[in-house]
C-alpha cells in the first residue's frame, strides 16, 4: 500500500471520530440490550469539579463554630452576627430572624424544672436509617438540656437501630403509607406520627432490650420512662410493662377513637423490659424515653422524598403531636428525587409538593419550629468519573428558598460537606465517610454530618443565651444594621474610633 493511501486512511478515520465526537448521542445509543456511548464534545468541554479537600472542610466548619477569645461584649455579638448572616455552615432563618428558635430554647431550659419531654421528630430519608445523624443530635442536645433513652420507635421494627434492640410477638399487623410493594395498606389513613402503626388484635408483646451496638451513644441506654402512644382503641385496653427491675403493672384506657397516652415512670434505668397487650387498638409508637429534657425521635423513609405527610389524618397526627409536647419538627429530604430531576421544571413542581407538606405541619403541630436540611451531594459517573449529579446545586438552592420563603429554617448539608465533587473525596477518604455507592454516608461520616448540625442548633442556642442579659431593642439594632455599616465600624475600631454604643458594657 502506498504511503499516500495509508495517510488517507488514518485521516479518514480521524474524520470519522471527529464526526462521531460531535454528532453522538450524549445519552448513547441503544444496541438490543447495550448502551453503546461515544465521548462528546460537550462532555469534554466541561470543566472538571474542583478536588475536595475533606479534611480540610471538616477542619474549618469546626473552627467556624469556634468563637474566639472576647472579653467584651460587642466582639461577642459580632462573632454572632456574622456566623448567622454570612457563615455557610449556619442554619438558614426565615428573614435572617435571629430569635427563630428561641420558643423552643426556653422550653428545653425549663424542662428540668418542670421535669417535662419535649421531642424534636426527625423525619428522613435512608440517610438516616438505623438512628444515624439523629443519635449524634440526640446525644448531643441531651448532654446540654437533659433527657435519655433511644426515644420514639415503632411496636415493629423492620430495619435495626444501633440505639435499642426490640422485638415483637403475638397479634400485630404493620401497616405503613410508604414502602414497597411488600408493605401492608390500611383501608384508612389514620398511620401516625411514625408514618406507620401496629393493628394489635387480641394479645401482643413488644420487647425492648438496651443496645449493645458499638456505635450506640451512652445517653440512649438509659430508659427510664416508658410510654406507648395508641388510638382507636376497644374499651378496657390494657397495656402491662414489665422491666429487670421493676414488678409488672398494668394501665387501662376505656375505649377512645382518639388518640391516647399511657406512660410508666421508673425508679431507675432498665435494660430490657416488655409491653403486654390485651385488646383491640392501632399502636402508633413505643416510647424510651429519660425523666426530662428533649427527645430526639428518629423516623426514616426509605426512597421518600418527603410528599408523603398530607396523605395521612390530620387529626390522628396533630392529637398525638399535642400529646407529644413536640417542639421541633426535622424534615430531611431531598435526594430521592434526584434521580428524576430533568430540569428547572420539575424541580418546580417538587416544591409545590414540599409547600403543600409545610402547610401540612404548620397545621398539625402549630406549636413545632420547623427545621428543613436538604440534601447530602450524590456522585454519578461520567464518562468515567465520580462528580455530582447535574440539577443537585439547583435543587439544593430551590429547596433552601422554598424553605426559608414559608418561614421554615434550612440547614444546607450539601456545602457543609464542600459542595460539588465532596461526595466523591467522602468515599475515598481514609478512613470512608461515604460508602461504595456514592450516596450514604458511613456511621463515621454520619458522625461527622450529625455533630455539625448539633453544633450549629447549639450556637444558636448559645447566642440565646447570651442575649438574655442584654436589652432587646439594642440587640435588634446592632444584628440589623447595614453590612455597609458594619464595614466602617470595624475600620474605624482599628483606627482607634469609637463606635456607636449598641449594647450595655
Known amino acids: 500500500m502506498k504511503?499516500?493511501?495509508?495517510?488517507?486512511?488514518?485521516?479518514?478515520?480521524?474524520?470519522?471520530?471527529?464526526?462521531?465526537?460531535?454528532?453522538?448521542?450524549?445519552?448513547?445509543?441503544?444496541?438490543?440490550?447495550?448502551?453503546?456511548?461515544?465521548?462528546?464534545?460537550?462532555?469534554?468541554?466541561?470543566?472538571?469539579?474542583?478536588?475536595?479537600?475533606?479534611d480540610k472542610v471538616l477542619s474549618d466548619v469546626n473552627k467556624s463554630f469556634e468563637m474566639t477569645c472576647s472579653t467584651t461584649q460587642l466582639d461577642s455579638l459580632e462573632y454572632f452576627r456574622d456566623f448567622l448572616t454570612t457563615n455557610p455552615n449556619r442554619i438558614y432563618l426565615p428573614d435572617n430572624d435571629y430569635t427563630y428558635f428561641d420558643s423552643l430554647f426556653q422550653l428545653l431550659g425549663q424542662a428540668r424544672n418542670q421535669q417535662k419531654i419535649y421531642r424534636v421528630m426527625h423525619y428522613g430519608d435512608s440517610q438516616i436509617e438505623m438512628d444515624r445523624i439523629?443519635?449524634?443530635?440526640?446525644?448531643?442536645?441531651?448532654?446540654?438540656?437533659?433527657?435519655?433513652?433511644?426515644?420514639?420507635?415503632?411496636?415493629?421494627?423492620?430495619?435495626?437501630?444501633?440505639?435499642?434492640?426490640?422485638?415483637?410477638?403475638?397479634?400485630?399487623?404493620?401497616?405503613?403509607?410508604?414502602?414497597?410493594?411488600?408493605?401492608?395498606?390500611?383501608?384508612?389513613?389514620?398511620?401516625?406520627?411514625?408514618?406507620?402503626?401496629?393493628?394489635?388484635?387480641?394479645?401482643?408483646?413488644?420487647?425492648f432490650y438496651k443496645s449493645k451496638h458499638t456505635q450506640a451513644f451512652d445517653k440512649a441506654r438509659e430508659i427510664t420512662k416508658v410510654s406507648i402512644l395508641f388510638g382507636n382503641n376497644?374499651?378496657?385496653?390494657?397495656?402491662?410493662?414489665?422491666?429487670?427491675?421493676?414488678?409488672?403493672?398494668?394501665?387501662?384506657?376505656?375505649?377512645?377513637?382518639?388518640?391516647?397516652?399511657?406512660?410508666?415512670?421508673?425508679p431507675e434505668p432498665v435494660s430490657?423490659?416488655?409491653?403486654?397487650?390485651?385488646?383491640?387498638?392501632?399502636?402508633?409508637?413505643?416510647?424510651?424515653?429519660?425523666?426530662?429534657?428533649?427527645?430526639?425521635?428518629?423516623?426514616?423513609?426509605?426512597?421518600?422524598?418527603?410528599?408523603?405527610?398530607?396523605?395521612?389524618?390530620?387529626?390522628?397526627?396533630?392529637?398525638?403531636?399535642?400529646?407529644?409536647?413536640?417542639?421541633?419538627?426535622?424534615?430531611?429530604f431531598g435526594g430521592n428525587r434526584m434521580p428524576g430531576i430533568s430540569g428547572s421544571k420539575a424541580i418546580g413542581s417538587y416544591m409545590k409538593e414540599l409547600e403543600k407538606q409545610i402547610e401540612y405541619f404548620k397545621e398539625v403541630a402549630p406549636e413545632?419550629?420547623?427545621?428543613?436540611?436538604?440534601?447530602?451531594?450524590?456522585?454519578?459517573?461520567?464518562?468515567?468519573?465520580?462528580?455530582?449529579?447535574?440539577?443537585?446545586?439547583?435543587?439544593?438552592?430551590?429547596?433552601?428558598s422554598t424553605a426559608l420563603r414559608h418561614d421554615v429554617a434550612y440547614w444546607d448539608m450539601f456545602h457543609v460537606m464542600g459542595g460539588e465533587g465532596s461526595m466523591a473525596q467522602f468515599v475515598k477518604h481514609k478512613p470512608a465517610l461515604a460508602g461504595p455507592d456514592y450516596i450514604h454516608f458511613t456511621f463515621l461520616g454520619a458522625q461527622e454530618i450529625g455533630n455539625n448540625l448539633a453544633k450549629s442548633l447549639l450556637l444558636y442556642h448559645d447566642f440565646y443565651q447570651f442575649r438574655q442579659d442584654l436589652p432587646n431593642d439594642s440587640v435588634a439594632a446592632f444584628m440589623n444594621k447595614d453590612r455597609e455599616l458594619i464595614e466602617k465600624e470595624k475600620e474605624a475600631r482599628k483606627n482607634k474610633f469609637k463606635p456607636f454604643n449598641y449594647y450595655k458594657e
Open 3 to 54: 504511503a499516500s493511501h495509508t495517510l488517507l486512511f488514518i485521516l479518514s478515520v480521524f474524520l470519522l471520530f471527529g464526526i462521531a465526537w460531535f454528532a453522538f448521542p450524549a445519552e448513547g445509543v441503544r444496541v438490543g440490550g447495550l448502551s453503546l456511548r461515544f465521548p462528546s464534545f460537550a462532555e469534554a468541554q466541561m470543566e472538571e469539579q474542583e478536588t475536595v479537600d475533606v
Open 368 to 400: 413545632a419550629t420547623l427545621l428543613f436540611i436538604g440534601p447530602a451531594d450524590m456522585g454519578k459517573s461520567y464518562n468515567g468519573k465520580i462528580g455530582t449529579w447535574k440539577g443537585l446545586p439547583e435543587l439544593n438552592d430551590s429547596l433552601r
Open 272 to 332: 430490657k423490659g416488655t409491653l403486654t397487650l390485651q385488646g383491640n387498638a392501632e399502636v402508633y409508637a413505643v416510647l424510651l424515653d429519660g425523666d426530662y429534657g428533649v427527645a430526639i425521635d428518629n423516623n426514616p423513609l426509605r426512597g421518600c422524598s418527603g410528599t408523603i405527610f398530607s396523605r395521612i389524618n390530620a387529626k390522628v397526627m396533630e392529637e398525638s403531636f399535642n400529646l407529644l409536647d413536640t417542639r421541633l419538627i426535622i424534615l430531611q
Open 234 to 266: 376497644s374499651d378496657n385496653f390494657k397495656a402491662t410493662l414489665k422491666t429487670d427491675l421493676t414488678p409488672q403493672e398494668t394501665k387501662e384506657c376505656a375505649a377512645n377513637s382518639g388518640v391516647s397516652l399511657l406512660s410508666w415512670d421508673l
Open 134 to 207: 439523629s443519635s449524634v443530635l440526640r446525644q448531643r442536645l441531651q448532654e446540654r438540656f437533659g433527657g435519655s433513652g433511644p426515644n420514639m420507635i415503632p411496636a415493629v421494627q423492620r430495619i435495626a437501630s444501633i440505639s435499642v434492640s426490640q422485638g415483637y410477638s403475638g397479634g400485630l399487623t404493620r401497616y405503613t403509607i410508604y414502602g414497597d410493594s411488600t408493605t401492608r395498606r390500611a383501608s384508612h389513613n389514620r398511620y401516625g406520627v411514625m408514618t406507620q402503626f401496629s393493628q394489635c388484635s387480641g394479645t401482643a408483646t413488644i420487647s
